[in-house]
């Protein structure tokens, strides 16, 4: 009624946590909203809330919200207001779906929405990357999203009692998966890429159609835990023995006919459980499991124990029930830590007297055998319980010490013994007196328990009786049968016209409604083990309308035996849209960063390249006279030094679109640059939003609205980015070249302007005093090019570099006294020969191409012909404290690496690094599997999960590369002023 007002400061208001669990809330409590502001955690389990009203959603700072075992018919989109949430039960509720919104809780860890009819995840369900846990138990799930490898962070993974047959291949890129139940489902197969779960150690299978394991799954080394029971193993790889860290491994309920020899390698197999298969023979090899505390083979076709079983040691618990046991190995006495030996319904006609050394046997169950007695060495120990006999007692009996007639040894005996076999003990398992030898196929005969009572069957109708059964009359009933009233009711009728309901019309209506109600609760039960007690009713029936409801009872339990006989083999289903959604293909294509080179490759015929070797020379003859420009022309001490500027770049980024940048480096990852650990740039988009704003490739990435990131790691500069919203500022710091001393600027007196020059004949000598400068290719022919002496600046030399696939070249220009070259990026795709004047007769054979070649002194040879060379490569790295010595980029949903190619490729190789030392990887390598996955189609994180899941990696990669299918022919030089012969076409 009243409020809190907070006058004072005494009032305290902020509350943080807030426990409304079991108070039969069917609405939220309006209290709650008070604490809008400081409330963090919520608990709201075992209430009758059915919605969440508008208002709930204000409460922005919640961190933990529990809404479990209430009557929710849906959550609204507003969940996506829980921007700090980070655990959501929903479980036991009546859900009946997701809603997508739920994929902007960014910070949620822990999800369960087990127990609700949700048939289908939402699509940005995968988008909740910082998800650890999550329990989607008994929800009618179909199918599992094909990217369920985005969770890159899950470590447990319920899905039990769901309706899926199949798994999705991107469940191998869960590298942090630690438990992963599967139980009660539909499967029928298991993926291949189920073995490259690195960190997985709990799996469970149960109750599945699986038919046979993969033998990947011995690459699960740090698996403990495997449940396969209840499905329909015919047999077990070899590969299991890879197991080494398992402990637990249950089998029970398959088709197993016998278990690997490999089981022997799993040295740490602490409990095997093989009941209810198909054991013929025990492999010895299970002698070499020696920390095995519980072995359980109930119900197999085992006829003898292999003597290996004097290893386990630790064995506490050996259990062979209902086999076909005919002898107990002596070695038996070596399992010196038996607690419980239980050898019951087998074919045991003598016990060794080793047991005796099992001095911590404290219970024995040998009943249902063929033992004429016991060793007298069992009395030395310390036994709570020896049973011999079904219908046993007492756990312990009195014995007596008497002489075997055979062998002459001390024995015990007493009154269960000799025993009868296994017959009297199998009467449970086998009530129609069948002995185990006449099949194991056949179906297991129904258990339900009975209370039948003798009574001779004789037809109800014909024996005569004085007692009638008739139903209990209603009240209401009684008193309409009564004298006065009707008299009453008749002189009602004559007094009142019109219809009036009589009380008997009541009370049929009445009946049938009581006679429904019975059948809507025979309906709901569906308990298969029930005790019923089948009693026979005696009495002949009178008259047609008194007998009626007795028949329409008697109809009515027949019915019902029927209903609930039909509801037990009824299973309960949700139905639910299994088509798959089609998925609309996007037309905006995200293109790679260009090149600086990239387009200034020329391909051009003779004629165009030598045109374009002449305006080249011709116009930095023209620049160099007009502009004074001297290249290379910085004293000793004054070269340009490289300075580090910090500035400060506000980049918009529209919503729904990414940066446009990739970044690589931070702490404990490869070093982008030299030994410096901090983040970079290292790929900026053109068009993007960070490459608008000036953002450039090598930029060292300080602060991301505020938060520093020169300290951290590669994933928290990752989520920085992601989580900067649509206006990002971003401070950089960028190596910028700085002068040291500005060069020499001459002036116009001391050069002065030349005429334009005229290319030189190759008919003249050049003079004396002239200069030669070459033309040289990198094919490694060189041209020589005389040029007149003149008053401007030297002309320098031209390379031309034929293209490389890793390094683009350019042509180079120097004077013969400077030693640093200038580069210009131009590319000319074709070999030079070199080539003297043709004589006059000799001119009128050549072609337009060898003319132009002639007027410019040089001549182009046809292109080579070249093909693509492509290889697989496979190499292991091992980790060391600097990481594996490289770098990736590329990935599905990241900017190309390399064309319109979405793979993940090698970028950088580091200096001094394991890659490096390695020598089998490059720059430019497609990366085809990491640790046996296939990552061809798989997204840039993911590569990254698998790379780093652990210290040993297996690389396959891919490589393409140009080589020269036929070398073209070189012309030999003439010698001097000689005719040139003319080439063959």
Not at 255 to 270: H, M, N, V, Y
Not at 523 to 530: A, C, L, M, P, R
Not at 565 to 573: A, G, I, L, M, Y
Not at 958 to 966: C, F, G, P, S
Request: proline residues 8%; charged residues 30%; aromatic residues 4%.
């Amino acid at each position: 009624m009243f409020k809190c007002i907070p006058l004072f400061r005494a009032c305290n208001r902020q509350v943080e946590y807030v426990d409304k669990r079991h108070c039969n809330l069917v609405i939220v409590p309006d209290d709650i909203y008070r604490y809008a502001r400081t409330l963090e955690e919520l608990l709201l389990d075992g209430n009758q809330i059915r919605e969440l009203p508008r208002p709930f959603f204000r409460l922005m700072n919640l961190r933990k919200l529990s809404i479990s075992d209430n009557e929710l018919l849906r959550l609204p989109g507003e969940i996506s207001n829980f921007m700090s949430l980070m655990e959501l039960d929903c479980s036991r509720n009546d859900l009946p779906d997701i809603p997508e919104n739920i994929k902007f809780c960014k910070s949620l860890s822990v999800v369960d929405f087990s127990g609700n009819p949700i048939a289908k995840l939402p699509d940005g369900f995968t988008q909740l990357r910082g998800l650890r846990y999550v329990a989607l138990n008994d929800i009618s799930l179909h199918k599992l999203p094909g990217d369920i490898g985005s969770l890159s962070n899950l470590i447990t993974l319920e899905l039990r009692e769901n309706l899926l047959k199949v798994l999705p291949t991107s469940l191998s890129f869960l590298v942090k998966l630690e438990q992963l139940d599967l139980g009660a489902n539909e499967l029928e197969e298991l993926p291949e890429t189920l073995g490259a779960l690195p960190n997985l150690k709990e799996l469970w299978l149960d109750g599945n159609e699986i038919k046979e394991l993969p033998p990947e799954i011995g690459h699960l080394k740090k698996l403990s835990c495997l449940d396969v029971s209840e499905n329909k193993l015919e047999f077990l790889p070899d590969e299991i023995g890879g197991l080494v860290s398992l402990t637990d491994l249950h089998l029970s309920q398959n088709c197993l006919e016998a278990l690997p020899d490999t089981i022997g390698k799993l040295k740490q197999l602490a409990m095997l459980k093989v009941d209810q298969n198909r054991i013929l023979v025990l492999t010895p090899d299970i002698g070499s499991c020696e920390r095995i505390r519980e072995l359980i083979l109930t119900e197999n076709l085992l006829q003898e124990i292999p003597p290996s079983i004097g290893n386990l040691k630790e064995m506490i618990n050996f259990n062979v029930d209902r086999n076909r046991l005919l002898s107990v190995p002596d070695e038996i006495g070596g399992c010196v830590k038996l607690g419980v030996l239980s050898l019951r319904d087998n074919r045991l006609t003598r016990l060794p007297s080793e047991l005796g050394n099992l001095k911590e046997l404290h219970v024995m169950d040998v009943a249902g055998n063929r033992l004429e007695n016991l060793p007298f060495s069992i009395t030395a120990l310390n036994l709570k319980a020896v049973w011999l006999s079904e219908n046993q007692s007492q756990p312990m009996v009195k014995f007596q010490a008497e002489d075997d007639e055979k062998t002459g040894d001390k024995v015990l005996t007493c009154f269960l013994l000799p025993q009868q076999g296994p017959s009297a003990s199998m009467e449970n398992l086998f009530p129609d007196g069948r002995s185990m030898d006449e099949g194991w196929n056949e179906p297991v005969p129904d258990r339900t328990s009975k209370v039948l009572f003798d009574a001779p069957e004789e037809n109800e109708e014909e024996k005569p009786t004085t007692f009638v059964r008739h139903n209990t009359p209603h009240p209401r009933e009684l008193k309409t049968r009564h004298p006065k009233y009707l008299a009453k009711q008749q002189n009602k009728h004559a007094e009142e016209d019109g219809h009036v309901m009589s009380a008997e019309s009541e009370d049929e209506n009445e009946d049938d409604d009581d006679e429904q109600t019975p059948l809507v609760a025979a309906n709901q039960h569906v308990s298969v083990e029930q005790q019923r007690v089948e009693m026979s009713h005696e009495g002949p029936r009178e008259e047609e309308e008194e007998d009626q409801p007795e028949r329409a009872e008697d109809d009515f339990d027949e019915e019902a035996e029927e209903t609930d006989d039909e509801d037990r083999e009824r299973q309960v289903t949700f139905s639910s849209d299994t088509e798959d959604v089609e998925k609309n293909d996007s037309k905006l294509q995200r293109r790679d960063t260009p090149h600086h080179l990239k387009g200034k490759r020329l391909n051009l015929d003779e004629e165009t390249a030598a045109d374009a070797v002449a305006a080249i020379l011709q116009r930095h003859q023209s620049q160099s006279s007009q502009k004074g420009i001297v290249l290379n022309s910085y004293d000793p001490g004054d070269e340009p030094e490289m300075e580090e500027q910090q500035m400060t770049l506000s980049i918009q980024r529209p919503p729904g679109m990414g940066l446009g940048v990739s970044i690589a480096g931070g702490r404990g990852s490869t070093p982008y640059k030299g030994d410096d650990e901090g983040i970079f740039i290292s790929r900026v988009s053109d068009d993007g939003p960070a490459g608008k704003a000036g953002v450039k490739v090598g930029d060292k990435l300080l602060e991301v609205n505020g938060a520093h990131l020169e300290e951290a790691e590669h994933h928290e500069a990752v989520d920085c980015l992601r989580n900067s919203g649509n206006t990002v500022q971003v401070v950089v710091m960028r190596e910028v070249m700085v002068d040291r001393k500005p060069p020499p600027q001459p002036s116009s007196v001391d050069v002065p302007q030349p005429r334009p020059p005229t290319p030189p004949s190759l008919h003249d000598e050049p003079p004396a005093d002239a200069k030669k400068h070459s033309i040289s290719f990198a094919s490694g022919h060189e041209v020589e090019v005389p040029m007149k002496s003149s008053p401007q600046p030297n002309l320098p030399n031209i390379t031309v570099q034929e293209p490389s696939p890793m390094k683009k070249g350019g042509i180079s220009f120097a004077s013969e006294g400077q030693p640093e070259d200038e580069e210009i990026p131009l590319e000319i795709a074709v070999p030079v020969t070199k080539c003297n004047p043709p004589s006059d007769s000799q001119e009128e054979a050549l072609t337009d191409e060898q003319a132009s070649s002639k007027k410019h002194g040089v001549t182009f040879a046809p292109e080579p012909e070249v093909e693509i060379h492509a290889e697989t490569i496979a190499t292991t790295l091992v980790r060391d404290q600097r990481g594996l010595g490289f770098s990736i980029a590329g990935g599905k949903g990241s900017t190309p690496y390399k064309g319109n190619d979405t793979g993940v490729f090698i970028s950088r190789i580091a200096e001094d690094g394991i890659a490096e030392a390695d020598g089998k990887l490059d720059v430019g390598d497609k990366i085809i599997s990491i640790n046996s996955v296939d990552v061809t189609e798989s997204r840039h994180d993911q590569a990254v999960s698998l790379l780093t899941s652990s210290d040993r990696i297996q690389l396959v990669v891919y490589r393409e590369h140009l080589v020269i299918k036929q070398e073209p022919p070189v012309a030999p030089t003439p010698p001097p002023h000689t005719s040139l012969p003319p080439r063959s076409p």
